[in-house]
């Protein structure tokens, strides 16, 4: 079956670093995504991790390791806007094209 | 960067009825696009794929007789929900990939649908 672990909620201080992290058992791996997703909102694409190592983007870095199913996402320098629902995506093998396995969502709240 | 567009953004019903849902991808031609529907505080889950001129592939679980895809163009894909019931009420949610976009679904902004 297909699996995505991440925490459910989490809060964090601005200005503050935050790691949201991910556990995953699919049938296949071909990249894991992140999203970050406002309420009501539809998500919007953050990171794109295919290859083991870190993917540094601004405030947003995305980690994974293939050889232990996990992968984190690392938020600097926490914003009140960064308050949202991050979302961790697998892409399997096979299937239907493209096809987007979803965690649950860790919805972060900032605090002032 | 790539925009994908939905229409309605909200759609209140009467049980029985029928909605459509347009996605349209702007400024781009998409290879294949995805519709899903989120309940609240659970994760997106995938109806359905669905490539320009063929059929969509459903996934399993998902009626293809009740949620209704056609997909007549490369930047344009509808969802039917037809007899639509109470339990039908969720945030529906498009995504595509495009030629040269790489792996990255572009997802709409999403159509809240509400079955009175």
């Known amino acids: 079956g297909q699996n995505i672990d991440q925490p459910t909620e989490m809060t964090a201080t601005e200005g503050a670093i935050v790691q949201i992290n991910c556990t995953y058992q699919t049938s296949g791996f071909n990249g894991l995504f992140w999203y970050q997703q406002h309420a009501g909102e539809a998500p919007t694409f953050l990171s794109y991790?295919?290859?083991?190592g870190l993917e540094e983007k601004g405030r947003f870095s995305s980690f994974l390791s293939r050889s232990k199913g996990y992968s984190y996402l690392l938020l600097k320098e926490l914003q009140m806007k960064d308050s949202a629902s991050y979302l961790c995506?697998?892409?399997?093998?096979?299937?239907?094209?493209?096809?987007?396995?979803f965690g649950k969502g860790t919805k972060l709240s900032v605090k002032p | 960067g790539a925009v994908v567009s939905q229409h309605p953004s909200r759609v209140i019903c009467k049980s029985g009825t029928s909605v459509k849902i347009e996605c349209r991808s702007l400024?781009?031609?998409?290879?294949?696009m995805f519709w899903y529907r989120q309940f609240p505080k659970q994760s997106l889950m995938l109806m359905a794929t669905?490539?320009?001129?063929?059929?969509?592939?459903?996934e399993q679980g998902v009626e293809k007789d009740k949620f209704l895809i056609n997909h007549a163009s490369l930047t344009l894909s509808t969802l039917t929900v037809t007899s639509a019931h109470p339990e039908d009420s969720s945030f529906y949610i498009c995504s595509a990939r495009f030629l040269l976009g790489g792996e990255t679904q572009y997802f709409g902004p999403g159509t809240r649908l509400l079955v009175l």
């Open positions: 995506a697998v892409r399997v093998v096979g299937g239907s094209q493209g096809n987007l396995i």
């Open positions: 991790n295919v290859l083991d």
């Open positions: 669905s490539n320009e001129g063929s059929k969509a592939t459903y």
């Open positions: 400024d781009f031609q998409a290879t294949t």
